[in-house]
C-alpha cells in the first residue's frame, strides 16, 4: 500500500516543483512560492476522493499567501480558490477525526454536465473546480496578478474553525492557543 500512496503523491509533481517552482511543506500536500500558497492533493484511486488536513488548513491561514487548491486527478489539473473552497466546503459539522490523519475533511471529485466539482463526502457541500493546463497554471502563478489578491486577503481574516470534540488529550485548539 505505501508504494501505491507514494506513487499518487509524485504523479505530476515535476510541475509543481519543476516548472512552477512550488517548494513542498515537509512531507504533505502543500507547497509554497512567493506569495503562493497551495494545497495539491493526488488522486490516483478509481473512487476519485481526497482529503484535506486541518493542519494544513491552519498552515494556510497563518499566512497571507494567496491560496489555491491544485488537484493532480491522474493526469489532469483542477483548480479552485482556497478561500472559496473552504469557505463552500469546509466545516466544523462535517469534519472527520482518526488517530492516524487527525481532523480532515473527505472529499470525492465528480464531474457533472456544468464540469468538475469537489464534493464533501459529509456534507454533501460543493465547490466548482476548472480543469486547467500547465500554460493556465504558469499563469496564475505569475506574480503581477496575485498582487491585488492578497491585497483584499490581508483586508479579511478568517475566524479560526473550532471544533467541538470532547478529547481527554489536548486538543488541536489547546495545543494552537496555548490552552491545557
Known amino acids: 500500500m505505501a508504494g501505491n500512496v507514494s506513487a499518487s503523491i509524485k504523479t505530476n509533481k515535476d510541475v509543481l516543483t519543476y516548472i512552477l517552482g512550488l517548494q513542498q511543506v515537509s512531507n504533505t500536500t502543500a507547497f509554497t512560492k512567493e506569495n503562493h500558497f497551495v494545497l495539491s492533493p493526488s488522486i490516483q484511486n478509481s473512487h476519485h476522493w481526497f482529503d484535506v488536513r486541518e493542519v494544513n488548513i491552519k498552515r494556510y491561514r497563518e499566512q497571507t499567501k494567496k491560496g489555491h487548491l491544485l488537484i493532480r486527478l491522474f493526469d489532469k489539473f ?92 489536548r486538543s488541536f485548539w489547546q495545543k494552537l492557543f496555548g490552552g491545557f
Open 78 to 169: 483542477l483548480y479552485t480558490d482556497l478561500d472559496i473552497f473552504l469557505e463552500q466546503t469546509v466545516s466544523t459539522e462535517s469534519m472527520v477525526v482518526t488517530e492516524v490523519s487527525g481532523t480532515h475533511w473527505k472529499f470525492n471529485v465528480k464531474l457533472d454536465s456544468n464540469g468538475y466539482y469537489a464534493l464533501n463526502q459529509t456534507s454533501k457541500k460543493r465547490c466548482s473546480l476548472k480543469e486547467v493546463s500547465v500554460d493556465e497554471l504558469i499563469s496564475i502563478f505569475n506574480e503581477e496578478t496575485v498582487q491585488q489578491t492578497l491585497e483584499e486577503k490581508a483586508q479579511v481574516i478568517p475566524e479560526p474553525i473550532q471544533p467541538e470534540i470532547d478529547k481527554p488529550k
